[in-house]
């Protein structure tokens, strides 16, 4: 008798029929604590809601980091001897990294840094940093400067978007040029999207990058005895505010700056690049310039026509649920000041926002399958136990596990940091059916 009553589990049976009215309590408040935290997309006004985070897909990839360096106009043989080799050797020295894998592209090195599985995130991203602030003198060509990848995730790329030109009713209607619709997202979307909380990155897709381009004439430096790099320091130096001290005029001070960016074509022609007996000969006099497309590696293709678009990546640990409704809400707010313009057949057409990859979709889906597993299964384990049992008060009782047992589930993924996935939700839905079953068990014994 001793020895039973000195079983833990016996003293917790005999504390909780002792202490029914804290039972009570501590039973509420875990419900309370449950629903608040609940996956599922529920709304109150009362109850503070700070659900797990919901996505479809587990993120079963590495732990992983991305170095990326840009070295523009060199071939894959170079950016592996000058860059990918010297980086990748320089960070083998990190702790906790697993494996290293690099590759060496046309203009570009892309090093991929595998850490072990129990490595925080954000600690080896500091140690990452802290290798590459350390690197030293002439261990990369010079202006050669490598760049760690955003915080987040291969599955964080949770939305994609187009821009169209759409009328006012929503049909397209065209009459927007590739470069048009890459400079409203480069300067406009893409920064209204990259504040939204949550975002680790919104990455421009496709059009063309709108860029001054001076094509040198060979014959014409030949005549005026010009060396090539006396055009890249007059181009250079065109571009540049200067800065000087300031003056006092009637007891006012005024600051004095050189005004000297470039906002137009004609800025540039009329650059002076040096003087033959003393006669400025200007930039038009040797080149052609005009507007053009930067060199570009890929394209957007949208059923088959060419697109503009952009991906909107979330931050590692945020709900991408969440994180897209807040990026729907900002795309609604900034839609209205999108640019527009007056087709030659008088259609106005404005720039809109077109999702064509939405992963909500694939999100609620999951939420409704695990939502209609639970209230079914829940709901034969009530009839099933009424029948047997014949007793409301009792087969009550013994229904209500299943539902307390989900909800004491959440707080336990809450609290683990373990999202609500397809594979996760199911788990818990394969879960109900084995209780439901073991009840069915009991019942007949």
């Given at each position: ?80 001897d000058?860059?990918t080799?010297?980086l990748?050797?320089a ?31 954000y ?47 929503g ?78 005029i ?96 008088g ?71 373990v ?12 879960a ?14």
């Amino acid at each position: 008798m001793s020895s039973n009553s000195s079983n833990p589990l016996n003293s917790l049976i005999r504390f909780c029929l002792e202490n029914k009215l804290v039972v009570v309590l501590f039973t509420v408040v875990l419900v309370l604590w449950g629903v608040a935290v609940a996956p599922f997309d529920w709304e109150s006004d009362i109850l503070p809601r700070d659900p797990v985070p919901v996505d479809a897909i587990p993120d079963i990839g590495e732990n992983q980091q991305i170095v990326f360096t840009e070295w523009i106009g060199r071939s894959p043989q170079d950016i592996e001897d000058q860059i990918t080799y010297p980086l990748t050797t320089a960070l083998l020295g990190l702790p906790e990294v697993k494996t290293i894998r690099s590759y060496s592209m046309f203009g570009f090195s892309s090093i991929y840094i595998i850490f072990k599985d129990d490595a925080e995130f954000y600690w080896t991203r500091s140690r990452i940093l802290e290798k590459l602030n350390s690197l030293p003198s002439g261990t990369l060509p010079q202006g050669v400067s490598p760049q760690l990848g955003p915080d987040a995730t291969a599955l964080g790329q949770v939305y994609w978007y187009t821009l169209e030109g759409l009328s006012p009713e929503g049909e397209p209607t065209g009459g927007w040029d590739l470069d048009e619709l890459r400079s409203t997202q480069d300067w406009y979307v893409r920064y209204a999207l990259q504040g939204v909380d949550g975002v680790a990155e919104v990455a421009s897709i496709g059009g063309f990058v709108k860029e001054y381009q001076v094509d040198v004439d060979p014959d014409a430096l030949r005549t005026y005895g010009i060396a090539l790099h006396e055009v890249f320091d007059a181009v250079r130096g065109s571009n540049l505010d200067v800065g000087a001290r300031t003056i006092e005029i009637n007891s006012a001070e005024y600051v004095i700056r050189g005004l000297g960016f470039i906002e137009n074509l004609d800025d540039l022609r009329k650059t002076v690049v040096t003087q033959r007996d003393n006669v400025p000969i200007t930039l038009a006099q040797i080149a052609e310039i005009e507007y053009g497309p930067a060199l570009r590696r890929g394209a957007l293709d949208k059923a088959g026509a060419e697109a503009v678009g952009g991906v909107v990546v979330t931050r590692y640990g945020e709900n991408p649920l969440a994180v897209i409704k807040r990026v729907k809400e900002k795309i609604k707010e900034i839609s209205p000041g999108l640019p527009k313009k007056t087709l030659e057949d008088g259609t106005v057409s404005q720039v809109e926002i077109v999702p064509f990859y939405d992963r909500t979709g694939l999100i609620y889906e999951t939420l409704g399958t695990l939502e209609d597993a639970v209230r079914q299964q829940i709901l034969v384990t009530i009839i099933v136990v009424v029948i047997m049992v014949l007793h409301l008060r009792s087969a009550a009782l013994i229904s209500g596990v299943l539902p307390l047992a989900v909800l004491f589930s959440f707080i336990g993924m809450k609290l683990f940091g373990v999202d609500a996935n397809v594979v996760a939700l199911s788990g818990i839905a394969i879960a109900i059916g084995s209780g439901r079953g073991q009840c069915d068990q009991a019942v007949d014994q």
